[in-house]
């Protein structure tokens, strides 16, 4: 993309787990001739490599559990095999708990001529300032989100919990799960949760584009490595890469309890699973409610199957009783 598209970039939205500002001022640090290697693998990072692909030469991170992963062609690297060789003209953390590691990891490797470079503004945090609780591994016991835990979701705390009970609701049907639209996979994992606690495991089936969404959108930030690896407490789970209705003739023979539909109006992919929902399945409408999503065509789209939907006055959601 380049620097030229980074305002129409900021101007689009984005989750709780990226403050505009910060990334604002990460994007700002890459020079357009400068080769760069980010350090630390979060939503910054990714942001990053959206709009600076080209500039980037390697991602390291000290979390052993992320090397591997691959986002747009770049694979996850260990920060302990930065060698001296390095090509990079700038180093930029985008990861604020780490920054120490990654100084002192930048030193050990001989390259502490090059530029290390992060917001000053990190999240509210004053980048300048050691904050030893946060960034001292002294401290690393205490209790602190795992990264690699619940995915980050664009959907209120209660709206979750409406959606997995109505999903609880429906685990006396037989059928599998599917959601259309996961992004990081926030909503399917606590789908997820909520069938390993009660002790009903179903398939689940999950749609999205993943790491293919067009980089100019700034919710293009799925990466399905690390998706996959949220996941790993659910062996049940199985992920399409791509448009939903190229997957269609692989689900065929499947019949299905629940679907949660994150998406605006698409009528191929509503057909596709209403004909195999089973009568007292649920069809639940993510996005019903933005008018974007043409809420009106959803509307005569089940008329016509003689099923009315039910709006939800506090939410966007809606869902569909068959």
């Known amino acids: 993309m380049g620097a030229e598209q980074v305002p129409a970039y900021l101007f689009g939205h984005f989750s709780d787990e990226v403050s505009k500002s910060t990334l604002a001022e990460m994007l700002s640090l890459v020079g357009s001739d400068r080769e760069i290697v980010l350090l630390g693998f979060s939503d910054y990072t990714k942001h990053i490599i959206n709009n600076f692909g080209e500039n980037v030469t390697a991602v390291f991170e000290i979390d052993p559990r992320f090397v ?6 770049h694979q996850i690297q260990h920060i302990d095999s930065l060698v001296s060789s390095q090509i990079v003209d700038d180093f930029i953390v985008c990861v604020f708990d780490h920054l120490v590691d990654y100084t002192g990891a930048i030193q050990s ?20 300032r050691y904050h030893i609780r946060e960034q001292s591994p002294l401290y690393r016991y205490e209790h602190r989100p795992d990264r690699l835990g619940e995915p980050p979701t664009m959907m209120p ?11 609880r609701a429906t685990l006396r049907v037989e059928g599998d799960v599917a959601e259309v639209g996961v ?7 606590n789908m997820a949760k909520m069938m390993q606690v009660v002790g009903n495991i179903r398939q689940l089936h999950l749609f999205d ?3 293919d969404h067009a980089r100019t959108n700034p919710e293009a930030i799925m990466c399905l490595d690390e998706i996959r690896a949220r996941f790993s407490f659910y062996d049940q789970v199985h992920f399409y890469r791509g448009f939903a209705e190229q997957h269609m003739d692989k689900l065929a023979d499947r019949d299905f309890c629940f679907v949660h539909v994150d998406l605006g109006f698409i009528p191929t992919v509503l057909d596709f699973f209403w004909s195999r929902l089973k009568p007292g399945g649920i069809m639940a409408l993510d996005n019903y409610g933005h008018i974007r999503s043409w809420p009106t065509e959803f509307d005569r789209f089940f008329a016509e199957r003689a099923h009315s939907i039910i709006r939800m006055p506090f939410s966007y959601q809606a869902f569909v009783v068959k």
């Not at 979750?160 to 999903?167: N, R």
């Open 68 to 73: 591997g992963f691959e986002f747009r062609g």
């Open 109 to 128: 490797a001989g390259l502490a001529d090059k530029p290390i470079l992060w917001p000053e503004d990190f999240d509210g945090k004053k980048g300048h």
């Open 157 to 167: 705390r209660e709206t979750i919990t409406f959606l997995t009970e109505l999903l």
């Open 183 to 189: 992004w990081q996979g926030g909503s399917a994992w």
């Open 209 to 211: 584009f993943f790491d």
